[in-house]
């Protein structure tokens, strides 16, 4: 019976996933900041930053399909979560959008290191098939998103569960926090890369944050909700997984 369920899940995941890739919305804006948009200079500047944590993920995701074969099916669905939401865009400032980023589910099944290659894969297909994004811009977007956003998504779960042990409301604060998190960072490499003419960083900073705002706000508690639900799912149909995990005492019996 549980098998059943997996299954079916992953055909609505890829079913979703095809939906996006061939009804793709509007391309006049760019999913996350734009191929191009940033000045050379800063865009080798976050792909230099980024790279090293690229190689740690791959070394971690390598280490946790090494020791438990079994989990690379919940991985590559915390892959395709991600995916479908971070597809979902909305409009917000010119050479980027808000969208839901997906990457807080993973962070606290695999750790950070581990969605930092799977938000890298996620940006890349986005970029090369949806023309969301870019590879000059890959660096910074996977930066602020897999990295940064899964960072703060791991140590928020963390902490909640060290001071309250509720998980779903420390799941539900990881989603909500990691979202909001990649893009404070987005309006800082934003802001960084231009600069205001009157009050420079912190003037332009305090715009781009500003008008995200106004939807990155909603969208990071509608993105909460959604993963404490999907949370619920895996509890019933993925409890040996998330037990192996140690995210679960025991599983649920079939």
């Known amino acids: 019976m549980r098998q059943k369920y997996k299954v079916m899940s992953l055909l609505l995941m890829a079913g979703l996933s095809c939906y996006l890739v061939m ?12 191929e191009g948009f940033l000045p050379p200079a800063w865009a080798a500047f976050w792909w230099l930053v980024f790279l090293p ?7 971690s995701i390598v280490r946790i399909t090494k020791a438990n074969p079994e989990l690379k099916l919940l ?32 962070a606290v099944m695999f750790g950070p290191l581990s969605m930092a290659v799977l938000g890298t894969m996620v940006l890349l297909f986005q970029a090369l098939l949806l023309a969301h994004g870019g590879l000059t811009t890959l660096g910074a977007n996977g930066f602020s998103m897999a990295i940064v956003g899964a960072f703060v998504a791991y140590g928020v779960y963390q902490l909640v569960m060290q ?16 979202n909001l998190a990649t893009y404070i960072v987005t309006s800082g490499q934003l802001a960084l890369a231009f600069p ?12 781009f944050a500003t008008i995200f705002a106004v939807t990155q706000i909603p ?11 999907v949370w619920n799912w895996l509890q019933l149909y ?15 019996p079939e």
Not at 53 to 59: D, E, N, P, W
Not at 76 to 101: M, Q
Not at 163 to 178: D, E, P, R, V
């Open 196 to 207: 205001a003419a009157e009050g420079g960083f912190v003037a332009s900073f305090i715009k």
């Open 219 to 229: 969208l990071a508690i509608s993105e909460g909700l959604l993963t404490v639900l």
């Open 53 to 59: 944590f690229l190689v740690l993920g791959i070394r």
């Open 75 to 106: 991985l590559a669905l915390a892959g395709a979560f991600t995916f479908v939401l971070s597809a979902l865009k909305i409009p917000s400032v010119t050479g980027s959008c808000s969208h839901p980023t997906g990457i807080g589910l993973g």
């Open 238 to 252: 993925n409890g040996k997984e998330l037990a192996i995990l140690k995210l679960i005492k025991t599983a649920v």
């Open 163 to 178: 001071l309250t042990n509720k998980q779903k409301i420390a799941i539900f604060l990881a989603a909500s926090l990691g």
């Open 23 to 34: 009804g793709g919305a509007n391309p006049a804006y760019g999913m996350h900041i734009m």
